[in-house]
């Protein structure tokens, strides 16, 4: 009885959820006009939407863009958020406490407050340094490479991160970051995965300071592309649907092969 | 220890990977051929303005064979973001050549900002175009912007509709809004159709009347808000309540159900800018149905005319390198070609604001879309009626106070002490 | 004295561990943030800007949008962090169910509002709520109100369409932090309860909830300081209004800079003014939550 009551709540929610998902589906196969009235059933519409899209935009080398930036940034994100988050943790001290909460204090600010510090700085690179300059990749990632989020997350997560195993660790002679990474990272495989797809899906969909940052519309990447295509008088938007759902594709699939790391079960334990 | 800077240098190699892989250097985008230069462009919508800027592109290159331009496709409101941004950090790395930008919009730059844009008074002949667009754009007697859509708005209505409410299309003519009222009661009582719709979180057809009058959200300097005692004000949002309330105009939320409303035939008709026009003939079915009619004046206000202007853009040049070749650019096309004006209006349906361009052959066309009517003649037409008004750099600011007014009046608040307790937040926000 | 043992042996690789990713906070966020707050202590537009000292926010006491803005916030904070953090933890333990079948699915489809684009998805919530959308419909259909609902006119209903977006949105987001959380928890703890008789709702109240604190903690805090700087959805399906109605203080922020003339001075102060909301509600959180730290 449990079991059904499970499966009709989660299948109506799920029903609910995927809604709008399916309106995008169904809308890339329509045409624009039948969009706009909301028609919910699919049409033939596809291969004609998907060719005025290649036509009138360079879809590929705005996918390179996104997936070149997204990819560096997830990985060196999490990388170092990882390390600050053990070091947190494991290494605690009243110091160290004083310097991670101050360091929550960096994530209050909205953003749009900082933009033009930002950019006067990474002005000045473009003349000094000019590879970390403006309209690089560099500049794109570095403001949000280290973010008090992610170190919050991964701290969080170690608390349940079991001292024993780093006991047993030093006990078989491994260095501090040896057991950092032979240890701590594999066991904590969950955090990495989820710290993955949300690293990755911010740095995909992010906007504000790319459209700030990035000069040339051969750096474009997604968001800047759509909010483009959606700002004409007359959008074409079974154009914008197929793009979306192009722009979309990329962090469905991270998240699809990612979340197989979310099995029941423990994953490495102390025996 | 070993492995912290093994990251690090990791790090170091990354960011260079990153930056190895970019095709292009960062820095100007401008590249110097032997005799000018690639000139970049800010602009949105690829069928409408960016078309205008490729064809322009065209005829300039029949004479200047090197030119080639860069139009970067970006929104309106992106591409006020990055100048905003670009400006008050005192740079001017990243800025366009030429960009495109609202009418409503440029003061904000031209007062705040001046320094970023170049003149163009001495390369533009201020009498070939319509008053209102120069004005717009012109600051102590210096012109900075090249006037190019014009925004001339008239009231688009479904011929079909009307008819079978026992109207003809002569009725709307030459009217009041109250008669416009009487009229959009029959047609909703016959048809269920509501003329027109609104979208209650932008007061853009509130602007559309005050404009018809010569009036606007502050007094002439632009500066000092006039909200209370603002007779076309008042009158603005009485007449919408009314319509609202009868049923003759109804509302919309965002802009794709704008069109939706009335490419599916739901509403009867429209009233915007004329670069609805497109949005208009997306829907085939409609074809010989659609006519357009002069918009309804202000009954009560003697400076009320039958033509007004909703958006519309103009063109400006920003002081960097490649501006002199810009200048040319603009000037030469822009600023002359009648040509270039025919094939405009032919090609993309734009209407631009050069005066000696409307008097050619293809602004005599009739559309058979709008039942053979000789639209852009008529849009023309109008346009010279339209009264200049100053913008001034606080539209928005004053529109975004006077929004949730009007709302609150359409529910039934009282509307003198509204207006009063608008003009108080307005001279207390705006300095 | 284990502790004293781990620190010893730590303390300076403790240090290096958290050096590289503090640096570059201090040097990417702190800095200018510091400048953004000497902008707050200036006025003028554009590039005028001259000091000030507090009268940017003295003005914030006395600007009603400013005023307005910060009700409609705290409005949001009230209902959307509850709703949102304990519907995630719902979620995340039923998809925890080792003996549930299509778990990939359900967690998946949980998760695509997440990744749906905003554009895409505020024109699908327009659609459904309008006057002749589709929920319209339904409640039109099944009797429960004789005349369509204005949603969006309505300033109430418009709340609760953000809060019902914003909701949709992120919750599967959230579902993924108390996910992954909850496979850090030793499944031999629940054997052992219920072999001791303890049913599935003493188990999670008992069991799941302590275990988790850490992780509902990181949650509320973080949808906290997200609600406070809402702006997407407000921005997208409402633009604000109707009048007011949904307008937040991170649109305000975005108008003062650059849909008005822009007075980045003021802009600063007001988000400035979010910042002590947010330093308010995360030591509150701080507090309940028990953090040891």
């Given amino acids: 009885m449990k079991k059904v009551g499970s499966y009709l709540f989660l299948g109506f929610f799920t029903i609910l959820f995927a809604f709008p998902f399916y309106f995008m589906l169904v809308s890339m196969t329509n045409p624009t006009v039948e969009i706009m009235q909301g028609k919910l059933t699919p049409s033939t519409h596809l291969l004609e939407n998907w060719r005025n899209l290649r036509a009138t935009y360079d879809i590929g080398r705005v996918f390179m863009n996104s997936a070149r930036i997204s990819v560096l940034q997830t990985l060196f994100s999490i990388t170092i958020a990882s390390l600050a988050g053990y070091g947190f943790e494991v290494y605690q001290s009243r110091a160290k406490n004083v310097i991670f909460h101050v360091l929550l204090l960096s994530m209050m600010l909205p953003f749009a407050a900082t933009m033009i510090p930002l950019f006067r700085m990474f002005g000045s690179f473009s003349t000094t340094i000019p590879f970390i300059g403006l309209d690089t990749v560099a500049s794109v990632i570095l403001p949000t490479l280290s973010t008090a989020f992610l170190i919050f997350f991964f701290r969080q997560n170690t608390k349940m991160f079991s001292r024993s195993l780093i006991e047993a660790g030093r006990i078989d002679g491994l260095s501090e970051i040896g057991i950092f990474i032979r240890i701590y990272m594999p066991t904590m495989k969950t955090t990495y995965a989820a710290a993955a797809i949300i690293t990755f899906i911010n740095s995909w969909n992010s906007y504000l300071w790319p459209l700030i940052t990035l000069q040339t519309q051969e750096k474009q990447t997604f968001p800047l592309l759509i909010s483009a295509i959606g700002a004409a008088n007359n959008p074409d938007y079974g154009l914008l649907m197929v793009a979306i759902m192009v722009a979309t594709l990329p962090t469905m699939i991270v998240f699809f092969s990612l979340q197989k790391y979310f099995v029941a079960g423990m994953l490495g334990s102390v025996k | 220890m070993k492995k912290v800077s093994l990251f690090l240098v990791i790090f170091v190699l990354g960011v260079l990977a990153g930056c190895g892989s970019e095709s292009s250097t960062s820095g100007s985008d401008a590249k110097e051929t032997s005799e000018g230069q690639e000139i970049t462009i800010w602009a949105w919508d690829p069928k409408f303005n960016i078309a205008a800027f490729d064809l322009a592109e065209s005829y300039y290159q029949e004479d200047h064979p090197d030119f080639s331009i860069n139009v970067t496709e970006i929104s309106q409101q992106d591409s006020v973001q990055k100048m905003n941004t670009i400006f008050s950090s005192g740079g001017t790395q990243g800025l366009p050549n030429i960009v495109l930008i609202e009418d409503f919009r440029i003061r904000n730059?031209?007062?705040?900002?001046?320094?970023?844009?170049?003149?163009?008074?001495?390369?533009?002949?201020?009498?070939?175009?319509?008053?209102?667009?120069?004005?717009?754009?012109?600051?102590?007697?210096?012109?900075?912007?090249?006037?190019?859509?014009?925004?001339?708005?008239?009231?688009?209505?479904?011929?079909?509709?009307?008819?079978?409410?026992?109207?003809?299309?002569?009725?709307?003519?030459?009217?009041?809004?109250?008669?416009?009222?009487?009229?959009?009661?029959?047609?909703?009582?016959?048809?269920?159709?509501?003329?027109?719709?609104?979208?209650?979180?932008?007061?853009?057809?509130?602007?559309?009347?005050?404009?018809?009058?010569?009036?606007?959200?502050?007094?002439?300097?632009?500066?000092?808000?006039?909200?209370?005692?603002?007779?076309?004000?008042?009158?603005?949002?009485?007449?919408?309540?009314?319509?609202?309330?009868?049923?003759?105009?109804?509302?919309?939320?965002?802009?794709?159900?704008?069109?939706?409303?009335?490419?599916?035939?739901?509403?009867?008709?429209?009233?915007?800018?004329?670069?609805?026009?497109?949005?208009?003939?997306?829907?085939?079915?409609?074809?010989?149905?659609?006519?357009?009619?002069?918009?309804?004046?202000?009954?009560?206000?003697?400076?009320?005319?039958?033509?007004?202007?909703?958006?519309?853009?103009?063109?400006?040049?920003?002081?960097?390198?490649?501006?002199?070749?810009?200048?040319?650019?603009?000037?030469?096309?822009?600023?002359?070609?009648?040509?270039?004006?025919?094939?405009?209006?032919?090609?993309?349906?734009?209407?631009?604001?050069?005066?000696?361009?409307?008097?050619?052959?293809?602004?005599?066309?009739?559309?058979?879309?709008?039942?053979?009517?000789?639209?852009?003649?008529?849009?023309?037409?109008?346009?010279?009626?339209?009264?200049?008004?100053?913008?001034?750099?606080?539209?928005?600011?004053l529109e975004d106070i006077m929004n949730p007014v009007f709302l609150d009046y359409v529910n039934g608040a009282d509307l003198a002490e509204g207006l009063k307790n608008a003009q108080a937040i307005a001279e207390n926000q705006l300095n | 004295m284990r502790n004293r043992l781990l620190l010893k042996k730590g303390a300076l690789t403790g240090w290096c561990f958290i050096a590289i990713p503090t640096l570059l906070i201090f040097f990417f966020s702190f800095y200018p943030m510091v400048q953004a707050f000497m902008m707050s202590l200036q006025s003028g537009t554009g590039i005028g800007l001259s000091f000030s000292g507090l009268a940017n926010y003295r003005r914030l006491f006395s600007d009603q949008t400013f005023l307005a803005a910060t009700k409609n916030t705290l409005t949001f904070l009230c209902f959307q962090v509850p709703i949102m953090v304990i519907l995630a933890m719902f979620f995340s333990v039923l998809l925890n169910n080792r003996a549930l079948k299509l778990k990939g699915v359900f967690r998946t489809i949980i998760f695509l509002p997440a990744v749906t684009s905003l554009v895409a998805y505020s024109m699908v919530f327009k659609s459904l709520f309008a006057n002749n959308g589709v929920i319209n419909g339904i409640l039109l259909r099944l009797s429960l109100v004789s005349e369509p609902i204005a949603f969006f006119s309505s300033p109430f209903w418009a709340k609760v369409i953000i809060v019902l977006a914003i909701t949709w949105r992120w919750t599967g987001y959230n579902m993924i932090f108390f996910l992954s959380a909850l496979q850090n928890v030793d499944p031999s703890i629940y054997e052992a309860a219920r072999i001791d008789g303890a049913s599935p709702l003493k188990q999670f109240f008992n069991i799941t909830i302590p275990m988790l604190k850490p992780v509902i903690l990181f949650s509320a805090v973080t949808s906290t300081i997200g609600t406070l700087q809402l702006f997407d959805e407000p921005m997208n399906l409402t633009q604000g209004g109707p009048g007011n109605a949904t307008f937040t203080i991170s649109q305000y922020i975005y108008n003062l800079s650059f849909r008005y003339t822009p007075d980045f001075g003021y802009a600063s102060a007001v988000s400035y003014a979010i910042v002590v909301m947010v330093i308010f509600f995360s030591f509150i959180q701080f507090k309940v939550g028990g953090d040891d730290t």
């Fill in chain 2, 109 to 397: 730059f031209l007062e705040v900002f001046p320094e970023y844009f170049v003149p163009l008074t001495d390369y533009i002949n201020v009498e070939d175009f319509m008053d209102y667009k120069i004005e717009v754009s012109s600051v102590d007697g210096e012109q900075y912007g090249m006037p190019f859509d014009s925004g001339v708005a008239g009231v688009y209505l479904r011929k079909s509709i009307i008819e079978e409410s026992g109207l003809a299309i002569t009725d709307f003519h030459d009217i009041s809004w109250q008669t416009f009222n009487t009229l959009g009661m029959q047609v909703k009582e016959a048809t269920g159709k509501p003329l027109f719709s609104i979208d209650m979180n932008d007061l853009a057809h509130l602007r559309m009347m005050m404009h018809s009058s010569g009036y606007w959200y502050t007094t002439e300097d632009g500066e000092t808000p006039f909200i209370d005692g603002n007779p076309s004000l008042k009158q603005g949002f009485e007449d919408l309540k009314m319509m609202l309330d009868s049923g003759v105009i109804t509302t919309h939320n965002g802009w794709d159900q704008l069109l939706a409303g009335f490419n599916s035939g739901d509403v009867a008709g429209v009233l915007q800018g004329n670069w609805i026009t497109p949005s208009v003939k997306s829907e085939d079915s409609h074809s010989g149905d659609w006519v357009v009619v002069p918009v309804p004046k202000q009954e009560n206000i003697d400076t009320s005319v039958h033509a007004t202007n909703l958006g519309g853009s103009s063109i400006y040049v920003l002081d960097i390198d490649g501006k002199e070749e810009a200048l040319h650019y603009i000037s030469e096309v822009f600023g002359k070609n009648i040509a270039f004006y025919e094939e405009l209006v032919q090609t993309v349906g734009a209407i631009g604001s050069y005066i000696p361009a409307a008097e050619g052959e293809a602004y005599k066309a009739t559309d058979p879309f709008f039942d053979n009517q000789p639209i852009y003649q008529d849009f023309v037409t109008w346009a010279t009626e339209i009264p200049s008004v100053n913008f001034g750099k606080n539209t928005y600011a």
